[in-house]
C-alpha cells in the first residue's frame, strides 16, 4: 500500500493521525508500536524515525513525522476535504488552537515525560496525576478562555466545520480523561468533543476500537 | 503604531517573533514582560492573553498568540522576504524541524515548568539542571539525526534561505547555552546556528541586546 502509519492505539499524536486520514478517506497500511514495550526505541523503529517517536507516516515513499506538520501536510496533499480554512485569520485561529494543545499540554503529559518524573524524581503514581492534572488544567482554561474570547466556535472549534483544531481537542480530551481529569467545567470544550464524537472519523478511530487496544 | 510585541528578553518564543519581524522589516511598539516578576500573571497582561503565555502579537488591532502560529501568520501577511517555501515538501520539512524544537523541546524547559517542578518535587539548581540536560540531549539528538537525514540542509536548515525552522533553532540553542548545554557535539545544528547569528535579524535581536536585558 503506498501509505503505512506507525501508531499506538493510547498515544494522542497518533490518535491526531488516525483522525486526518478518516476524514479524508486516505487508507493506510497499520503498524503497531507499543509504547509500553519500548518498541519505539527498538532499533528497526529508530531506523525510520531518529526521534523515536509517534506517529510515523510514510506516504508515496517519504518518511512525516511530528503530527501538527503532518496534517497540513495532508491538507496540502490531499486537499478535500479541507481541514484548514482558506483565508488568513482562520488558519491562524486554527493553528493557534492546535498548538494550545500541541505546545502546551501535550508535551508536558505525554509517557515519556510522566517516566522521567518517575525516574529522576522517583514520582508515584499519586505524584504523576498532580503533575498531570495542573498541566492539563492549567491548558484547558487558557484554552476555553481563548475559544471564548475569539467567538469563532460553532458546532466545532472554528464554526460548523472541522479542522485541524478539532483533532488536537479530541484526543486531548481523551487522554484527560484516562487520568480522571473532566472537561465539565469547560463547556465549549466540552460541547465540541461532543459534537465530534458523533462524526465516524473521530468515532471509529478512538483508542478502543483499534486492534492494538489492550 | 500599528503592531506592538509583548516580549521578555530571554523568552525564546519571544526572541522567535523579535527574529522573525526583524527579518521582514516590520516595525512593532515593544512591551516588556518580565517573567520573572510574574507580570504574565498580572490582570492587565491576562486580559490580553488569557494563557498567560508570551510573547503576544498585536497586528491592525487583532491579538495573535502561539509563536510558530504567529509566524505563519506574519509570512501570510506579509509574504516578502518569504521564510516558508513555496512547495509542500518544502513547507513539511520546515514545520517538521520547527516543531521538533516548539513540540518537544521547549516546552519541557521553560521557566514555568522549572519552576513547577521546585514546587511540586523541591527540584534544586542540580536537579533542574538535570531535567533540563536530559530533555535537551534528548531533542537535539533527534533533531541532529533528522537534520542530517533529510540532506536538505545548506547554510540554513532548509538549503540557503532563512526559514521558520532556523528561527526555531537559534533561540533554542542560546537557551541551551545559559543551561551550559553547549552544541559542539551536533554539526549540523552548530553550523546553521553560527551562519544565522552573522545576519542582523538574528544578531540585532539577541537577549543580550534588548532593552529589558539585566
Chains 1, 2 share one sequence.
Not at 501508531?7 to 499524536?13: A, E, L, M, P, V
Request: charged letters at 25%; proline letters at 6%.
Amino acid at each position: 500500500m503506498q501509505r503505512q502509519l506507525y501508531t499506538f492505539f493510547r498515544s494522542s499524536t497518533s490518535f491526531r493521525l488516525r483522525i486526518a486520514l478518516a476524514y479524508k478517506g486516505l487508507d493506510y497500511e497499520p503498524h503497531y508500536v507499543s509504547l509500553p514495550k519500548m518498541e519505539h526505541h527498538a532499533a528497526g523503529y529508530q531506523a525510520l524515525n531518529p526521534q523515536r517517536l509517534l506517529p510515523l507516516l510514510i506516504d508515496r515513499g517519504r518518511r512525516y513525522t511530528q503530527s501538527l506538520a503532518i496534517i497540513e501536510y495532508l491538507d496540502e496533499a490531499y486537499p478535500e476535504p479541507p481541514l484548514m480554512p482558506r483565508d488568513i485569520e482562520g488558519r491562524s485561529y486554527v493553528r493557534t488552537v492546535s498548538q494550545i494543545i500541541g505546545c502546551e499540554m501535550h508535551p508536558l503529559n505525554n509517557v515519556r515525560v510522566l517516566k522521567h518524573l518517575k525516574t529522576q524524581f522517583g514520582a508515584d503514581d499519586a505524584a504523576t496525576r498532580a503533575w498531570y492534572s495542573h498541566w492539563i488544567a492549567e491548558g484547558f482554561r487558557g484554552l476555553e478562555d481563548y475559544l471564548r474570547e475569539a467567538r469563532r466556535h460553532g458546532a466545532y472549534c472554528l464554526g460548523d466545520s472541522v479542522t485541524m483544531a478539532d483533532i488536537c481537542l479530541v484526543p486531548q480530551v481523551f487522554n484527560a480523561a484516562r487520568f480522571d481529569c473532566s472537561v465539565d467545567d469547560y463547556p465549549i470544550i466540552k460541547g465540541v468533543f461532543e459534537r465530534c464524537m458523533a462524526l465516524g472519523a473521530f468515532r471509529d478511530t478512538q483508542p478502543s476500537t483499534q486492534p492494538d487496544a489492550f
